[in-house]
């Protein structure tokens, strides 16, 4: 008989709302955050029990303990990117989310984290790399920082290191779309489809993956000019432009470890294809 679990998705958003979508599909009880009032009736809609929950709390915030009460809480929510005082505030939201988790006794904290806690420097990196100090942005420090204290909260944990996100809607040529002097023209980029990781996080949940990180990024790492004056063609959007290289640091994340050890393929696994 499959095994269903009461999974509670904080933050759905781009991801989690499809992820919400598949976990439902697939049999379990799913519970679904968002900050916005607005969005609660959609979650409800698609058959997910929301909430409204925005963290830190603010003291008017109510304790929303059902959505506490679950298997698996997966952990969904970006550091505000630029904020100055990010790290500080997302170290607050953990202390709250982990706080909840002891007390409500949730077994397993799935958390979706980011490539950026790797050097930009690493050549072809693996998930053994991460080294704090060393991240290619601030806010991989702070989801460096956010793993290590999952990792030491008592419950069970996996963390998957998400590349950039791109699919139906969401694309990065749109941010650099007609700008020019961009530097980095053979760096390869490092992107994962939308629908790979639903996918995935499905896969780590079927087979209990858990105490463990994986590197969620498809197969094909092309040049980032290629790529993004390909897709600015297949989106009809202005090129941007690339000085000519002198870089010599360069990064691959591999994803071996995930493709070994969940027997998992890529739906996309070429950013070049320019799907959906
Ligand atoms: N974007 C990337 O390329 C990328 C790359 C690697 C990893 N990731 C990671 O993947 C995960 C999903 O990213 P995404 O692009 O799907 O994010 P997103 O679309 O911005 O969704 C984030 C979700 O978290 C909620 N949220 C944001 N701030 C919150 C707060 N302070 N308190 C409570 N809820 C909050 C949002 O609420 P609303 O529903 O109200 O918006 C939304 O539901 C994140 O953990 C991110 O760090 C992203």
């Given at each position: 008989m499959k095994e269903t679990m009461k999974i509670s998705v904080l933050g759905c958003g781009w991801l989690g709302f499809p992820l919400a979508q598949n976990l439902l599909e697939e049999g379990h009880t799913v519970k679904g955050s968002t900050t916005s009032k607005e969005k609660l009736s959609i979650l409800k809609q698609a058959g997910i029990d929301s909430y409204q929950i925005e963290l830190p709390?603010?003291?008017?915030?109510?304790?929303?303990?059902p959505f506490w009460d679950c298997d698996l809480l997966f952990l969904n929510i970006p550091p505000g990117r630029g904020r100055e005082n990010a790290d500080e505030e997302y170290n607050q939201i953990l202390d709250y989310v982990l706080a909840k988790a002891k007390e409500h006794n949730i077994s397993w904290i799935l958390f979706a984290s980011s490539t950026s806690v790797y050097s930009e420097k690493g050549g072809l990196t693996y998930e053994v790399d991460a080294v704090p100090g060393t991240a290619a942005r601030p806010s991989g420090e702070t989801m460096l920082n956010a793993e290590q204290r999952i990792q030491k909260s008592g419950c069970d944990w996996t963390i998957l290191r998400f590349g950039g996100l791109y699919g139906y809607g969401r694309h990065p040529v749109k941010y650099l779309?007609?700008?020019?002097?961009?530097?980095?023209?053979s760096k390869p980029v490092n992107l994962v489809h939308q629908v790979d990781c639903v996918r995935a996080v499905s896969a780590v949940i079927r087979q209990k993956k858990r105490n463990t990180i994986y590197n969620v990024v498809s197969d094909g790492h092309p040049p980032r000019k290629e790529f993004y004056q390909s897709a600015a063609e297949h989106f009809d959007l202005p090129q941007p432009n690339f000085n000519d290289d002198t870089e010599k640091n360069w990064r691959v994340v591999s994803n071996q470890k995930l493709k070994d050890e969940l027997q998992f393929t890529f739906s996309y696994p070429n950013p070049m294809d320019h799907t959906p």
């Open positions: 709390p603010g003291k008017s915030q109510q304790d929303h303990k779309s007609g700008r020019n002097g961009l530097n980095g023209a």
